[in-house]
């Protein structure tokens, strides 16, 4: 939260917010600022499994934008990513409905028709991801640790609630970042003193919609 790490390639990239207008139509809404970190020397994955659990819509509503900061390779835990499953996939292919967890007899069905890739991303690159496409956490096989930003964005009709807190003094910054790339970083400006200790900001994770309650992050 300084203004020497805000950059206007990450927070107002325009190649991704015309991909993101164009999914999710105009003005597409950041809610979601995070970091992605796995650690080196790792051995264990994530199960297969959407970033939404309950009912969710069945076209697109949100995107999560990961950016990678370092080279990121199969090697030191690229994402496995079931591409196509985001508009194939209904919400009862869950294990359960208040998990986002696939069906095992669903992700053998779908190995079989199209299995998974790991992809080989340079530092600096964008992966654009719906939120319902099925993917896992890989291992990192490596002694270095793995970083990517994760910001999720949603499209303005969905009318999304979640705020993150963010110093006053940074809003010129972030109102410049949204004309200059016709979003919205939908933040709850707060007193600079009230998140001086950045790492201990605890941030939202409320994905529903008024008109979607039953829908959450997994």
Known sequence: MFTEYLF???????????????????????HYIRSNTLLGNTSSRQKVHKDVRGRHLSHAYAIAMNVCLIDVTPENGSTELWLGTHNSSPWTDHEAMNLGFVRGDKLEERRQVRPPVYGSVKKGSLILRDMRMWHAGMPNHTPETRVMLALVYMAKWFDNQMKQPFPRSLQPLIESFEKDSDTKIVLDYVDDKLVEDYLSVEFSTQFQSPHHPTQEVA
């Open 8 to 30: 206007p390639q990450i927070y107002a990239n325009k190649l991704a917010s015309a991909v993101l207008s164009n999914v999710l139509g105009p003005q597409p809404e950041l």
